[in-house]
């Protein structure tokens, strides 16, 4: 059945119209009213993020403004370096450059878990990323090692866990940390990045 033509005078409807959505509707004017009158800027910079902008307003609303990843996060190759628990590290995986993440803007993943290459979804939403159906595409057999380390982080990334992720401005890091409420158990990961491909 073809798309019905909208009236003349009128505009088509889309999805995401703010029209026709009322927590759309309400969200924008808080963000209008929140950015209306006279307004104070200023900058910080924290580690893991780039420079903040904080843009404060006359009734005292504070929002703050900041890059989660740096520009080239999509064209780097994202080396898998070990496992972390709170603030310590696991030892680092044996497969070495030989697990990987490539992340592409499409939220398509992709690349190798040491014996294996795999296939994810990646959702990332401000400075959070969940995975979804990851998936190897291979079935090759190596060091016994290299398998069960492929199998544990196959089976972590299959969990669809919702991370908290940063990639240092500055280098080549990247860290994912399980967003869950304390005291849960916080545990991820920490990459190294190999230069934009």
């Known amino acids: 059945m073809p798309a019905r033509e909208p009236l003349r005078g009128q505009r088509p409807r889309r999805p995401d119209d703010v029209a026709t959505n009322p927590a759309l509707a309400d969200f924008e004017k808080k963000v209008k009213a929140a950015f209306s009158g006279k307004l104070s800027l200023s900058t910080k910079r924290i580690p893991g993020y780039s420079l903040q902008l904080h843009v404060k307003n006359q009734q005292g609303d504070d929002i703050t403004l900041g890059q989660a990843r740096r520009e080239d996060f999509f064209r780097i190759k994202w080396q898998l370096v070990d496992t972390t628990f709170y603030d ?110």
């Open 88 to 197: 310590s590290h696991g030892p680092e995986f044996t497969a070495g450059d030989q697990m990987y993440v490539n992340f592409h803007d499409n939220g398509e993943v992709n690349g190798k878990l040491g014996c294996n290459d795999f296939t994810a979804k990646a959702t990332f939403t401000g400075t959070h990323l969940c995975f979804n159906d990851a998936v190897l595409t291979r079935r090759r057999t190596c060091s016994d090692k290299i398998m069960k380390e492929e199998a544990s982080v196959l089976t972590v990334l299959k969990k669809s866990l919702d991370y908290a992720y940063w990639a240092e401005p500055d280098a080549l890091s990247m860290s994912l940390q399980e967003d869950l409420a304390f005291p849960a158990r916080e545990t991820g990961f920490t990459f190294r990045g190999i230069p934009p491909r």
